[in-house]
């Protein structure tokens, strides 16, 4: 049983691939997505290897990782490890307007859940309840609109500048980005260019604004491409925002009581730990094709 629950908000500050292991469609190497709203997603078992995997990068001390994130399979013992992360489901997804560059494109649906996971993390969000209907949208920047519509990607959307949407998007951007000036950028964009779609609207982009990449294997004898070696691979792209559900335990160990070495702590002093590592070193690599620069995230874990 977890005693202490936390959030952890993860920005996506190069693409993303979390790869699905299996494809059906055109794309060769698709990304993981939810099966009942087909948004993109982290696996919470990836999010927990891609961080024991860095755990010593980020200043974890390596006497730490049997007790926090569990033993190697071949150590000869058997306890579960003290942390524990949920899947990461998609807030906040950038989009091409017109005017601004991109928005942050959301949706009732998306900011419900993630209100939904930080009220129960400890970290209640008061955020009021929007309706938005398909062809609308709700938006603080009018300086986004032409006219009455916003231009997104080859789409046009009636407008409203909403009234309680700038204090919804400074909640959730002061939440999500750590408060440090090189970052400040973007949480001041996510404040102001903050844009509420209908969850169908937003269910479209959420499908078919991922970033796509063709790749080509070389034939190492010819040095041109190789038959059959065209695939497309799926990536999430940079300024997505996800959000995973953090919980932590008391460490556990299958040693006897006299055998201990001193590293026992409680729940709430293993998510310290974890914390105060993020917090000092918020740069994680998550999924694959690490060589290429894929996978760099911000993280940030917001606590009750």
């Known amino acids: 049983m977890f005693q202490q629950h936390a959030a952890l908000f993860l920005y996506a500050v190069s693409p993303v691939h979390m790869g699905a292991g299996q494809a059906i469609g055109v794309i060769d190497n698709p990304i993981q997505r939810e099966r009942h709203t087909g948004h993109p997603c982290f696996a919470g078992s990836g999010i927990k ?87 609308h949208c709700l938006l603080a920047n009018p300086t986004l609109l032409s006219g009455d519509k916003l231009h997104l990607e080859a789409f046009e959307y009636t407008a409203k500048v909403s009234q309680q949407l700038p204090a919804l998007s400074a909640d959730l951007a002061a939440r999500a980005l750590p408060a440090d000036p090189a970052y400040a950028f973007f949480a001041d964009k996510l404040k102001t260019d903050l844009v509420v779609l209908s969850d169908t609207d937003f269910g479209y ?56 070495e001193g590293w026992e702590n409680d729940a709430k002093e293993v998510l310290i730990k974890l914390t105060n590592l993020i917090t000092a070193k918020p740069l994680l690599q998550l999924g694959g094709d690490a060589t290429t620069g894929r996978g760099l995230v911000l993280a940030k874990v917001v606590e009750g």
């Open 49 to 135: 290897g891609a961080l024991r995997h860095n755990f010593e990068a980020i200043g974890g001390d390596p006497k730490l990782i049997a007790p926090l994130f569990g033993p190697e399979s071949n150590s000869g013992e058997l306890h579960a490890g003290a942390i524990s992360f949920g899947d990461a489901q998609l807030v906040a997804l950038p989009v091409r307007s017109l005017k601004g560059g991109y928005v942050y494109a959301t949706c009732p649906q998306a900011l419900a859940r993630a209100q939904r996971l930080l009220t129960l993390s400890g970290a209640a969000a008061s955020w009021p309840a929007l309706t938005v209907e398909p062809g």
């Open 205 to 260: 982009f959420a499908e078919h604004a991922m970033l796509v990449e063709p790749h080509v294997r070389i034939d190492a004898d010819t040095g041109t491409a190789a038959e059959g070696g065209l695939f497309y691979t799926e990536n999430l792209p940079p300024e997505s925002l996800l959000i995973a559900p953090l919980m932590a335990s008391q460490t556990r160990t299958s040693r006897k009581k006299d055998e201990k």
